[in-house]
């Protein structure tokens, strides 16, 4: 734009000159002083500059959630050339990492990355737009970015911050974090009897299921779990599994790994931004953040599962963690808690039985359509690498014929 108007000026400038020297050829009179030439038009305030934001993350430095968080900032830069820059920081570099949302809304900071049912306190609603139990209805994560691109769930995502919560917010999805594990624990879980009492750390809608199951749970950030745990204030934990319990250090303080829960089949990482700083962009500026947010979500997904079958084979191989699968009991329970809470929450609150049905409604046309089209997982999988359903996951050997 600026090389256009540069380019205008001087083209108007030379052709005043030529119009002032014919006339005054023609005319042999002295030539009237020129014109002061326009002053080109300044660019429209958001493209002006470079906008340097600095914007906070929920998770420690070294997970490779926050590599989620690093991976959009460098797409952002490279899309819009360098026109906007984000410091991603990590939790507590600003401000406590539960603190991001209100801090976001208060402009103490640009932006923040997290996940949105760490938001429950403030309305149950926020856990539908994160980690939905159960799917929710059985989605994954990729049905459930479906109901949020193609469902109408980001519609709802931002009046939910704008005309619920009455924040100054915008968000979107920006990483399936999921499915993701039934927890650690300090002994061995049989049945639902088993954990009943144990002191277990969890966030959420999760942790109020959990109580309603027997558990006693506490909440608390991903950086204070392992101490906690060396400290015996707790008995198990949930994280996430894979590399993120790796990098956190869970496989040093406890050996019984479960896998799979149902608290979060879809895990979605949240981005927000300002919403005066979303505004303060020109729409292709915006669209670039859109782009940056899809590719950072494929991208670091695919990478995540591969870093997550090296961290569970590290896990086993070299810290004697024993993987082992989650009770169905424990599941099916889960499941009939969330529903009971579930409605019992539409009951109350009108804006979460809106979202919740609407989940219900895609759900209902994806879910059972995709389980037509698709064969179970388990099914080539267990042809070419056998499990042991009572001891997890197994390495096994390809079959030949």
Same mark, same amino acid.
Request: aromatic share 10%; glycine share 10%.
């Given at each position: 734009?600026?090389?256009?108007?540069?380019?205008?000026?001087?083209?108007?400038?030379?052709?005043?000159?030529?119009?002032?020297?014919?006339?005054?050829?023609?005319?042999?009179?002295?030539?009237?002083?020129?014109?002061?030439?326009?002053?080109?038009?300044?660019?429209?305030?958001?493209?002006?500059?470079?906008?340097?934001?600095?914007?906070?993350?929920?998770?420690?430095?070294?997970?490779?959630?926050?590599?989620?968080?690093?991976?959009?900032?460098?797409?952002?830069?490279?899309?819009?050339?360098?026109?906007?820059?984000?410091?991603?920081?990590?939790?507590?570099?600003?401000?406590?990492?539960?603190?991001?949302?209100?801090?976001?809304?208060?402009?103490?900071?640009?932006?923040?990355?997290?996940?949105?049912?760490?938001?429950?306190?403030?309305?149950?609603?926020?856990?539908?737009?994160?980690?939905?139990?159960?799917?929710?209805?059985?989605?994954?994560?990729?049905?459930?970015?479906?109901?949020?691109?193609?469902?109408?769930?980001?519609?709802?995502?931002?009046?939910?911050?704008?005309?619920?919560?009455?924040? *100054?917010?915008?968000?979107?999805?920006?990483?399936?974090?999921?499915?993701?594990?039934?927890?650690?624990?300090?002994?061995?879980?049989?049945?639902?009897?088993?954990?009943?009492?144990?002191?277990?750390?969890?966030?959420?809608?999760?942790?109020?299921?959990?109580?309603?199951?027997?558990?006693?749970?506490? *909440?608390?950030?991903?950086?204070?779990?392992?101490?906690?745990?060396?400290?015996?204030?707790?008995?198990?934990?949930?994280?996430?599994?894979?590399?993120?319990?790796?990098?956190?250090?869970?496989?040093?303080?406890?050996?019984?790994?479960?896998?799979?829960?149902?608290?979060?089949?879809?895990?979605?990482?949240?981005?927000?931004?300002?919403?005066?700083?979303?505004?303060?962009?020109?729409?292709?500026?915006?669209?670039?953040?859109?782009?940056?947010?899809?590719?950072?979500?494929?991208?670091?997904?695919?990478?995540?599962?591969?870093?997550?079958?090296?961290?569970?084979?590290?896990?086993?191989?070299?810290?004697?963690?024993?993987?082992?699968?989650?009770?169905?009991?424990?599941?099916?329970?889960?499941?009939?808690?969330?529903?009971?809470?579930?409605?019992?929450?539409?009951?109350?609150?009108?804006?979460?039985?809106?979202?919740?049905?609407?989940?219900?409604?895609?759900?209902?046309?994806?879910?059972?359509?995709?389980?037509?089209?698709?064969?179970?997982?388990?099914?080539?999988?267990?042809?070419?690498?056998?499990?042991?359903?009572?001891?997890?996951?197994?390495?096994?050997?390809?079959?030949?014929?």
């Amino acid at each position: 734009m600026r090389t256009v108007l540069k380019k205008a000026f001087i083209l108007s400038t030379i052709a005043a000159g030529l119009g002032i020297a014919m006339q005054a050829g023609a005319q042999q009179k002295p030539a009237p002083a020129p014109a002061a030439a326009p002053a080109p038009a300044p660019a429209p305030a958001a493209t002006g500059g470079v906008k340097n934001l600095k914007m906070q993350s929920t998770w420690p430095a070294s997970l490779t959630l926050q590599e989620n968080f690093k991976m959009f900032a460098e797409r952002l830069d490279k899309l819009t050339s360098g026109q906007i820059k984000i410091e991603a920081m990590a939790a507590g570099q600003i401000v406590p990492a539960f603190e991001i949302l209100d801090a976001t809304h208060k402009k103490v900071i640009d932006g923040g990355h997290g996940v949105a049912y760490y938001w429950v306190g403030k309305n149950k609603t926020a856990t539908l737009f994160s980690a939905t139990p159960a799917g929710p209805f059985g989605m994954d994560h990729f049905d459930f970015l479906g109901w949020m691109n193609e469902g109408g769930g980001m519609d709802l995502y931002w009046e939910f911050y704008r005309d619920i919560l009455k924040l *100054n917010v915008v968000g979107w999805p920006i990483g399936g974090s999921s499915p993701q594990a039934f927890g650690w624990f300090k002994r061995p879980i049989k049945n639902l009897a088993d954990f009943k009492g144990m002191k277990c750390r969890q966030t959420g809608i999760v942790a109020e299921i959990y109580q309603k199951m027997g558990m006693q749970t506490v *909440n608390m950030p991903g950086g204070e779990i392992v101490p906690s745990a060396q400290r015996g204030v707790i008995d198990c934990a949930e994280w996430v599994g894979g590399v993120e319990d790796l990098r956190l250090g869970l496989p040093q303080v406890w050996k019984y790994h479960y896998t799979p829960g149902m608290h979060e089949s879809n895990s979605m990482l949240e981005l927000i931004m300002n919403g005066d700083v979303w505004k303060g962009f020109s729409p292709q500026q915006q669209e670039s953040v859109r782009s940056a947010v899809m590719e950072t979500f494929v991208r670091w997904g695919i990478r995540w599962q591969k870093q997550n079958a090296d961290a569970i084979e590290e896990m086993r191989t070299k810290h004697g963690t024993q993987i082992l699968r989650t009770p169905p009991e424990i599941l099916t329970e889960f499941m009939k808690t969330w529903d009971k809470m579930a409605a019992e929450e539409a009951a109350k609150d009108p804006f979460f039985k809106k979202v919740l049905e609407s989940q219900r409604v895609y759900a209902a046309k994806v879910v059972p359509a995709k389980r037509f089209m698709f064969p179970p997982y388990s099914f080539a999988a267990n042809y070419y690498f056998p499990e042991d359903v009572r001891k997890g996951p197994a390495k096994g050997e390809a079959k030949g014929k």
